[in-house]
């Protein structure tokens, strides 16, 4: 063995002793995740069938990675299959042995699985949960070592099952063409993991009986969580398949909360549109894009011949909506809306413009729309003297 480590006070030399410690947590983890490779393999096998073969793995403290032979996606049914054996030895707590034995009788175990040209020494480290390597080597041809893993490995492991705890397979994929890989958790990310998409699961199945805003607010947010929590690759597919069929609902209620929106909307435009004034300034309630454009359309259309301009605030995102219209009187005076809008709009952090007749504008700072107003009505009155 060669350890490879760097000096942080005083000297090493050659002779010395030294003490190598290990950090057992840590040390732990890497073990429950290498044998729930090896489980994982054994279960690929009884899946997918004879054909598939190790490419590469990776076992990390925190994840585990492992590339294998097979020439096309495995569907959430197989990859929920393969969890459910590797859990079923999990839970069982099935006995991890490791023994090395001559490279001829190893070979001779029923079910023995190796890494496709992999150069093995003599004596071989046999690694086998579900019997000890003793039983094995007892009676090599017994069919009932098919069902256990069995493999070739001078690693680490743990002395059973159980303390990898859980099982998730969260992605796999495509690696290179007839090569997948599979990244899957064991241990507390695991459990977190399976727990993440219980209650997320819950929640969506109760989302359905919201109504207005509550499940609009609902919807944006599942959307959101099914992309970021980490969960097993089978039910993120099916959390992703439920908020899609909630999306329907709330496509629904978010046009029941558009229309009631604009209703709103209109009703306190008609309510500005009832005064005498050339100029109207004014602020509105509860308006989008969409809605204040009608509401400005709706303004003109009984304040024929003057000018409109009609400010929003927008609670969600803190921002600004600004539309104008000038008709052709003021706009013979010098009145532009695009111009109008502009200087509306700096007062408000933000900018626009548009055509002569018509023009909207954004802005950043909603408590600035009293200035902005105040700022609007002056530009507006100096330009029609």
Same mark, same amino acid.
């Given at each position: 063995?060669?350890?490879?480590?760097?000096?942080?006070?005083? #000297?090493?030399?050659?002779?010395?002793?030294?003490?190598?410690?290990?950090?057992?947590?840590?040390?732990?983890?890497?073990?429950?995740?290498?044998?729930?490779?090896?489980?994982?393999?054994?279960?690929?096998?009884?899946?997918?069938?004879?054909?598939?073969?190790?490419?590469?793995?990776?076992?990390?403290?925190?994840?585990?990675?492992?590339?294998?032979?097979?020439?096309?996606?495995?569907?959430?049914?197989?990859?929920?299959?393969?969890?459910?054996?590797?859990?079923?030895?999990?839970?069982?707590?099935?006995?991890?042995?490791?023994?090395?034995?001559?490279?001829?009788?190893?070979?001779?175990?029923?079910?023995?699985?190796?890494?496709?040209?992999?150069?093995?020494?003599?004596?071989?480290?046999?690694?086998?949960?579900?019997?000890?390597?003793?039983?094995?080597?007892?009676?090599?041809?017994?069919?009932?070592?098919?069902?256990?893993?069995?493999?070739?490995?001078?690693?680490?492991?743990?002395?059973?099952?159980?303390?990898?705890?859980?099982?998730?397979?969260?992605?796999?994929?495509?690696?290179?063409?007839?090569?997948?890989?599979?990244?899957?958790?064991? $241990?507390?990310?695991?459990?977190?993991?399976?727990?993440?998409?219980?209650?997320?699961?819950?929640?969506?199945?109760?989302?359905?009986?919201?109504?207005?805003?509550?499940?609009?607010?609902?919807?944006?947010?599942?959307?959101?969580?099914?992309?970021?929590?980490?969960?097993?690759?089978? #039910?993120?597919?099916?959390?992703?398949?439920?908020?899609?069929?909630?999306?329907?609902?709330?496509?629904?209620?978010?046009?029941?909360?558009?229309?009631?929106?604009?209703?709103?909307?209109?009703?306190?435009?008609?309510?500005?549109?009832?005064?005498?004034?050339?100029?109207?300034?004014?602020?509105?309630?509860? $308006?989008?894009?969409?809605?204040?454009?009608?509401?400005?359309?709706?303004?003109?259309?009984?304040? &024929?011949?003057?000018?409109?301009?009609?400010?929003?605030?927008?609670?969600?995102?803190?921002?600004?909506?600004?539309?104008?219209?000038?008709?052709?009187?003021?706009?013979?005076?010098?009145?532009?809306?695009?111009?109008?809008?502009?200087?509306?709009?700096?007062?408000?952090? $933000? $900018?626009?413009?548009? &055509?002569?007749?018509?023009?909207?504008?954004?802005?950043?700072?909603?408590?600035?729309?009293? #200035?902005?107003?105040?700022?609007?009505?002056?530009?507006?009155? #100096?330009?029609?003297?």
């Amino acid at each position: 063995m060669l350890h490879i480590g760097r000096v942080v006070s005083g #000297e090493l030399r050659c002779d010395e002793q030294v003490t190598a410690t290990l950090h057992n947590e840590n040390r732990l983890e890497i073990e429950a995740n290498h044998t729930a490779t090896h489980l994982l393999n054994h279960a690929l096998r009884a899946v997918l069938g004879e054909d598939v073969q190790q490419k590469g793995s990776l076992v990390d403290h925190d994840r585990l990675r492992f590339d294998f032979s097979h020439t096309h996606a495995m569907s959430d049914e197989e990859i929920e299959l393969v969890q459910q054996l590797v859990n079923k030895s999990i839970n069982a707590d099935s006995i991890v042995d490791a023994k090395e034995v001559s490279l001829d009788k190893a070979k001779e175990i029923n079910g023995v699985r190796a890494v496709f040209g992999e150069q093995y020494p003599d004596p071989v480290r046999v690694v086998s949960i579900g019997a000890t390597v003793d039983e094995l080597l007892e009676n090599p041809s017994n069919e009932a070592w098919y069902d256990c893993s069995v493999e070739f490995c001078g690693g680490t492991h743990v002395e059973s099952c159980s303390p990898a705890r859980q099982f998730v397979v969260v992605q796999e994929h495509s690696l290179a063409s007839g090569v997948r890989r599979i990244l899957a958790l064991t $241990g507390v990310p695991a459990e977190a993991a399976y727990e993440a998409a219980a209650s997320l699961l819950e929640r969506i199945s109760n989302a359905s009986s919201l109504g207005g805003e509550e499940l609009l607010h609902e919807f944006n947010e599942l959307s959101q969580l099914v992309d970021e929590l980490t969960l097993s690759q089978p #039910e993120r597919h099916a959390a992703k398949r439920a908020v899609d069929s909630l999306s329907e609902h709330a496509k629904g209620e978010r046009k029941k909360a558009a229309s009631s929106r604009k209703d709103i909307v209109l009703e306190q435009a008609k309510q500005i549109a009832e005064g005498n004034e050339e100029i109207v300034v004014a602020s509105i309630d509860g $308006g989008d894009k969409e809605t204040m454009l009608s509401a400005l359309d709706a303004v003109r259309s009984k304040r &024929r011949g003057g000018a409109v301009m009609l400010f929003t605030a927008h609670q969600e995102d803190g921002k600004v909506t600004i539309v104008a219209g000038v008709d052709k009187p003021l706009i013979a005076k010098g009145l532009k809306a695009g111009d109008w809008v502009r200087e509306a709009a700096k007062v408000c952090g $933000g $900018g626009g413009g548009g &055509r002569a007749d018509t023009a909207q504008a954004g802005g950043k700072d909603p408590e600035k729309i009293p #200035e902005a107003m105040i700022a609007a009505r002056k530009f507006a009155e #100096e330009a029609t003297v």
